[in-house]
């Protein structure tokens, strides 16, 4: 026979509802739920701790916590920017240290922390480690990521005018002789293949292995075009980059959206603006300034799909 123990505390549920709203961490999320579910959702506490990963003992015990601290018989948590025991400087002499050191990086310039070692030491008067540097820049908002790239010979302005995209998709549509539903869409595309390569395999000594080896390239293209309003993305697997394959594809996601007028946004290559390509009823295109791909956002799951499922250095 299992007993079910149902939870009390019901002057908390003002509390958690706050917490709930404004936890920004799985555990504090965890310490509202353990005091919701049972008291909105009428969840026994082996429910509830089900629900919340957690035994029924550390459930009770979570519960406990949270009770004493909304009656002020316990301190709150306190973050981990708070628990400095051994620190060097306050967090404000920290910020006007980094405001002094990474002028430069505020505006745009290249960083190298190694080389702003010493003088950070020398403000704050003691010798500190590298990690000891980047743990104080994470506490103050800086992250280290690769910066946005343009191609040299991109135009700046016409980028900037294409910040009016709004405008340029309005007047886009108004080309179109049927008033439909409207589906933005971006389109590239990508080439994926393989290398033949020998590589290393254990062998006894002296043994040799021999194979057959010949040097082979194969390659394959993907066209994609992606609907950033609702995440879609249409591709096909083609054997070439030319105006044929590109009709077989616009020709394609036309079909697959007969009752919405389809804007395809995409750059400027020969078989993108080919004499040859007969535009669907549906469909109409608009163009991207030249050497821009980084306004093409389908040009990043091409990256993400490289990175993440294609890690041979040979695609």
Known sequence: MAWHVHASGIEHVGAARALLRSA???????????????????????QTAQAIGRSVNATC???????????????PPRAKTALRNHAFVNLEREARILD????DAQKGGIIMIPQLKPVIEEKVGKSTALS???????????????????????????REVWKKLPEAIAEAFTMFPTVRPQRVMYQDEARFGRISDTRYCWAEKPLHPEVKAMLIYQYTYAYAAVSPQDGRMDSLV??????????????????????????MIKDGAGWHKSYHLQLPENLRLLFLPPYSPELNPQEHLWDELREKYFHNPGL
């Open 100 to 103: 002094e050191v990474l002028a």
């Open 24 to 46: 920004k961490t799985a555990k504090e999320l965890r310490r509202a739920q353990a005091v919701l579910l049972p008291l909105d959702l009428g969840l026994s506490l082996e």
């Open 132 to 158: 000891t540097i980047y743990r104080m820049l994470a506490r103050h908002g800086w992250r280290k990521l690769a910066p946005d790239t343009y191609h040299p010979q991109g135009d700046k302005e016409r």
């Open 238 to 263: 083609l054997p070439e980059v030319s105006s044929k394959c590109m009709q077989i594809f616009l020709n394609e996601v036309a079909q697959r959206y007969p009752d919405e007028n389809i804007l």
């Open 61 to 75: 015990a979570i519960r406990t916590r949270f009770a004493k601290i909304a009656e002020g018989l316990m301190e």
